[in-house]
């Protein structure tokens, strides 16, 4: 940890401490930081603008909050939500402190990058597992029938055009033979679009 993260912390941690999306977050700081200009304050006292890059290798705006600048964000913070930040940032200012007056060994760095690495991978497989599930629940309709593209979503399963054509002619052979209605719905990308219950899908993607 150099000297700059022992002084801040990272508005990606502050986002996820006070409950918001990042965007959001920013988009706050940004107005904090035109409220410290007119009242002759200096921003940089309170919030570093900063980027990292992210899962998608794009670079991406973040800021680096004081203590001050945490203090700023609390203050218009309400309630329960107020006092909870308040108890974690001063909680992780003063582990912060306790690094440097402990440094970490050479294994003990390396097992919480580690950590980190594992930690910001769990995340981004529910991140990915939310878009799976939100494309399946667009282009599918309720009662347990489902488009090709959209059970293929849940089953994370890469198809293509041919495959899911494939797919639906053997659906909708095994619905006739099995007597399970076939269903219709819109699909942003191809339009009507058929459905089948979720019986003849698991058959028909084993």
Known sequence: MNELEQKYLNSREVAEMVGKEHKNLIRDIR??????NETNFEPVNFFKEDCYTDAKGETRICYLISKKGCEFIA???T????????AKYIERF?????KLQNPM???????MAVNRMVEQERRLRSVE????????????????YFTIAGFASIRKQKIDVNKACFLGRKAARLSKEWDYD???????????????????LNRVFE
Do not use: C, W
């Open 79 to 86: 309630g329960q939500k107020g006092a909870e930040f308040t």
């Open 75 to 77: 203050h218009k913070l």
């Open 105 to 111: 060994t050479e294994l003990e760095a390396l097992q």
């Open 94 to 98: 003063h582990e912060m402190q306790d």
């Open 129 to 144: 597992d939310r878009i799976d599930l939100i494309e399946a629940k667009t282009t599918t309709s309720p009662n347990e």
């Open 31 to 36: 107005n904090y930081i035109d409220y410290l």
């Open 182 to 200: 076939i269903g219709k719905t819109s699909d942003p990308r191809y339009g009507t679009v058929n459905t089948y219950h979720v019986d003849i």
